[in-house]
């Protein structure tokens, strides 16, 4: 089966660095995402990783281990509207096709 | 507006009515997913269709829900003779083809309401 394990809230300061991090069990990895969902809203596409090694895009960047099963988001300078929940899912291939499996999120509040 | 669409945002129903849930993909996308979200929960997988098929129904309950894509017009999401356990935000993704690297792009979701 599968399995995706992420803190289930995180605190900040305005202007700091925080780290998300997610571990996944899975038996036919093929892709992470990262998404962000604000209360009320939809989630919104962040990044995605199939090989090992960092991702960098501006303020986010997204780490992936796959042989450890462990990913995480990087979220720099921090500014209060980061403050969301931050999901993290796996694409697992399977007999037939794939399918994406949503950690359930972790909540993030930035304090000034 | 080309993002994904759903409607209605909000949707109140009694016991035992019918729910159904609209959501027309982003232009060029062929791949619907719809997921379930509880409150302080994540998204749970209920259904992947494309085109006038159903390619992984795993995630939706067996009975009194269903769901359908046709080739003219959106998908629906329909659920029978709802429950007070069927209250949650419901949402639709599209992709423009099967799950590859391309990320699912998410409507704004149905808040289904269930007195």
């Known amino acids: 089966g599968q399995n995706i394990d992420q803190p289930t809230e995180m605190t900040a300061t305005e202007g700091a660095i925080v780290q998300i991090n997610c571990t996944y069990q899975?038996?036919?990895?093929?892709?992470l995402f990262w998404y962000q969902q604000h209360a009320g809203e939809a989630p919104t596409f962040l990044s995605y990783n199939v090989l090992d090694g960092l991702e960098e895009k501006g303020r986010f960047s997204s780490f992936l281990s796959r042989s450890k099963g462990y990913s995480y988001l990087l979220l720099k300078e921090l500014q209060m509207k980061d403050s969301a929940s931050y999901l993290c899912a796996v694409r697992d291939r399977r007999t037939g096709g794939f399918k994406t499996i949503f950690g359930a999120g972790t909540r993030l509040f930035v304090k000034a | 507006n080309a993002g994904v669409m759903q409607n209605p945002r909000h949707l109140v129903r009694r016991r035992g009515q019918e729910a159904r849930l609209r959501c027309s993909p982003m232009k060029g996308h062929s791949h619907v997913y719809w997921y379930r979200q509880l409150p302080e929960e994540g998204l749970k997988f209920m259904v992947y269709?494309?085109?006038?098929?159903?390619?992984?129904e795993s995630g939706m309950p067996k009975e009194r829900f269903s769901a359908e894509f046709p080739k003219e017009g959106p998908s629906i999401l329909r659920i029978q003779q709802v429950v007070r356990g069927d209250s949650a935000a419901y949402f639709c993704?599209?992709?423009?083809?099967?799950?590859?690297?391309?990320?699912?792009?998410f409507g704004d979701g149905t808040r289904l309401s269930i007195l």
């Open positions: 269709l494309q085109k006038e098929n159903i390619i992984d």
């Open positions: 993704a599209s992709s423009s083809e099967g799950p590859t690297n391309q990320p699912q792009h």
């Open positions: 899975t038996s036919g990895f093929n892709g």
